[in-house]
């Protein structure tokens, strides 16, 4: 028997105590098992009718007083016949009824099994089964919209009808291509492959502009504080986290290795990472701190980079300054109450937004600061939050391909290129829009995709 053709079984709940926790089953002996376990007949109430049972081991042993409930395929999540376990929510109860269930003739589910399930039966495409993934490791309610819309069939709703297009323009140019001499076959001509392609790829771009803002949402972002020793970084972090995180002082180098705290800004999950100070030091322990904070602020989304607003900028504000001026930032003048003016004009313009007065100790100017990382982090354009967004990379790198091949199309047929090359560019397109959607998917990339799942989804 192979793998597909076995009856699987796990905890359908995170563990843990609780009021509840659900063993699911799926596959051809989900009934039998369930009927062995529970002594309940599948036909004796309507489907997905809850039914009260005690549970039983092989022995007759009583191992929980249950609800149990029945869902026949192909009209249930995984297109198999589908049996539910709703226990009391102790994992040792969990632990004993799936080990009876294993007993009784199923085997332990693997990671995203329920899922890759559903989706060889056409229950969903690869992208709504990322959709459901998502949905479940949402760390903020937009990004719970966001994969929830995804789940429902989102990226579907605008990938497959230009893919369907676009196997129907290949259509017409194979059919142009083979049966040239023949009477009766519809011509295509240059001019319409160019349009059709022009049309299509325009629709591709808008959708690939979507793919930072629904990436951000899905993974979040990492914003660092940066500048040098002394100038309120910890005391921001503090405040923008809204608890006291990171130990503030006046001695400066207080930082001598990074901190970082948890932050939702207009939805989207922000790491904030209170960095070491930047400046040259002899304290080998200082030393690998600020090593440290430069490959953080390297490899940061945005970097708040912090000048004390009180004094004149020195040399090594504007060495430190210097080190992060290439990468997306924007300037705070802290200590606003104390502001000294020459500071304020020299970074007036600075980054792409100049500088944002504030004070970390009162908390002046941070809903300006919040509001500036805002239109950097969130989307622009609220449409984007409508629609579901790519998310994934590899989202983005089919859209992407598949644009590439659609530009060469243009191209051949821009050129009155025989059609045989702008076809092998459309297909090559709709290929790799099958392949976003999961019509295409080599296994390796499925076994990425479906172990990242939890063992009972």
């Known amino acids: 028997m192979t793998r ?24 051809p002996d989900a009934f039998p098992v369930a009927v062995r376990l529970t002594g309940l007949s599948p036909s004796g109430a309507p489907p997905r009718t809850l039914r009260r049972c005690p549970v039983r081991d092989a022995r007759g042993g009583i191992l929980d007083d249950a609800l149990a409930v029945f869902f026949p395929g192909p009209d249930s999540f995984t297109g198999e016949d589908v049996a539910e376990l709703h226990l009391h929510g102790n994992p040792v109860v969990v632990e004993t009824v799936v080990r009876a269930a294993c007993a009784a003739g199923a085997v332990p589910a693997e990671p995203g099994e329920f899922s890759r399930r559903a989706f060889h039966r056409g229950k969903m495409d690869l992208t709504q089964a990322e959709g459901l993934c998502d949905l479940i490791a949402a760390r903020t309610e937009a990004a719970a919209r966001s994969a929830l819309r995804q789940m429902r069939g989102g990226i579907r709703e605008e990938i497959a009808p230009l893919r369907d297009r676009l196997l129907s323009l290949l259509v017409l140019q194979e059919a142009a291509i083979d049966f040239a001499e023949e009477e009766g076959v519809p011509a295509v001509t240059h001019v319409q492959i160019n349009e059709r392609v022009s049309d299509i790829a325009h629709r591709l771009e808008a959708l690939l502009r979507s793919y930072e803002a629904g990436h951000r949402l899905r993974d979040g972002a990492t914003v660092a504080i940066a500048g040098v020793a002394n100038v309120g970084k910890s005391r921001l972090l503090n405040r923008m986290a809204g608890e006291d995180r990171a130990i503030v002082a006046e001695i400066p180098g207080t930082t001598r290795d990074y901190l970082h705290a948890d932050i939702v800004i207009d939805g989207v999950p922000v790491t904030l990472i209170d960095t070491a100070g930047l400046r040259e030091s002899s304290d080998p322990v200082e030393r690998e701190g600020v090593r440290r904070s430069r490959e953080i602020v390297a490899s940061a989304d945005f970097v708040l980079f912090v000048l004390d607003g ?126 976003l959607l999961g019509e295409v998917a080599p296994e390796e990339v499925l076994d990425a995709i479906f172990g990242t799942f939890c063992i009972g989804k």
Do not use: M
């Open 310 to 435: 009180s004094r004149p900028a020195g040399e090594e504000d504007l060495a430190a300054y210097g080190e992060i001026a290439v990468l997306p930032h924007l300037v705070l003048l802290n200590k606003s109450d104390l502001a000294a003016e020459e500071t304020g004009s020299r970074f007036a313009g600075a980054g792409k937004r100049g500088a944002v007065r504030l004070s970390a100790k009162s908390g002046e100017g941070i809903d300006r600061l919040v509001a500036a990382v805002s239109l950097e982090l969130a989307p622009a354009d609220g449409a984007i939050r409508a629609q579901a967004p790519l998310t994934r990379a590899r989202h983005r790198r089919a859209v992407e391909t598949a644009l590439s091949a659609l530009s060469r199309a243009r191209d051949a047929a821009g050129e009155g290129l025989p059609l045989e090359f702008p076809a092998a560019d459309v297909r090559e397109a709709a290929g790799a829009l099958g392949e």
């Open 4 to 27: 597909e053709d076995a009856t699987i079984v796990a905890p359908a709940t995170p563990g843990g105590t609780g009021a509840v926790s659900v063993v699911r089953l799926s596959g």
